[in-house]
């Protein structure tokens, strides 16, 4: 039970971490956008976008994570009620 709960934990801040880092990309992301349609140095625009872009997918890499935690979670579900159909 101890497993089921840790996995779950897991699952839970992963999914909660990526998901921030994804909306933060996107929201660096919308002010590197900001930046060049304003006409900012280049410089300015180019690497908050490329930082964006790191955030965002970081947080695609954590999702992912979660991902495969919820998938574990649930294979050991459908193992525990295939045992007791039996």
């Known amino acids: 039970m101890g497993k089921k ?3 779950k934990k897991k699952w839970l801040y992963h ?9 933060f990309g996107l ?3 919308g002010d590197a956008v900001i930046l060049k349609s304003s006409g900012q140095d280049w410089v300015s625009w180019f690497l908050m976008g490329t930082c964006a872009l790191v ?9 992912g994570k979660a991902t495969v935690y919820k998938n574990k979670l649930s294979s050991k579900g459908k193992k525990k ?6």
Not at 55 to 63: D, E
Not at 81 to 86: H, Q, V, Y
């Open 5 to 7: 709960k840790d996995l």
């Open 15 to 23: 999914a909660v971490f990526g998901i921030l880092l994804m909306g």
């Open 27 to 29: 929201s660096l992301f």
């Open 55 to 63: 955030f965002f997918f970081a947080g695609l890499s954590i999702f």
């Open 81 to 86: 009620n295939k045992r007791s159909k039996k």
